[in-house]
Structure formats: C-alpha cells, structure tokens
C-alpha cells in the first residue's frame, strides 16, 4: 500500500488520530519483504514509538 498508494496512505494518518481519539494506543504493522516495523501511536501524548525489525542494539543497519 506504502508504495503503490504512498499520498494515500500520508493523509489516513491523521484521520486516524481523530477517530480514535478516546484510545491510548493505536498499532500499526507494516510488512514489506522480510521487513516489518510497528508504529505505536500514542495520540494523547502526541508521541509515535517505532519498532524496526532491522534495529540491532540501537543502531540502524542498512542493507
């Protein structure tokens, strides 16, 4: 979806903070290849956490 429809998928990220307003969290997985990755949305808090399947003790490996 990322790649196919990428200004599609940039504007359903914000309507996804104010429909879910009343939730603490929201997951999102991505998986591409042998490649994931999560976005923890955390709205109240205006934070977005990522967890990279290609993190390695902190640092970022490119292939």
């Known amino acids: 979806m990322c790649k196919r429809n990428p200004r599609e998928v940039l504007d359903h990220i914000p309507s996804l903070a104010t429909r879910h307003v009343d939730k603490d969290l929201i997951l999102a997985p991505h998986l591409t290849d042998n490649h994931w990755s999560l976005f923890i949305i955390a709205p ?9 399947s290609t993190m390695v003790k902190g640092k970022k490996e490119f292939f």
């Open 44 to 52: 109240n808090i205006r934070h977005v956490y990522i967890l990279d």
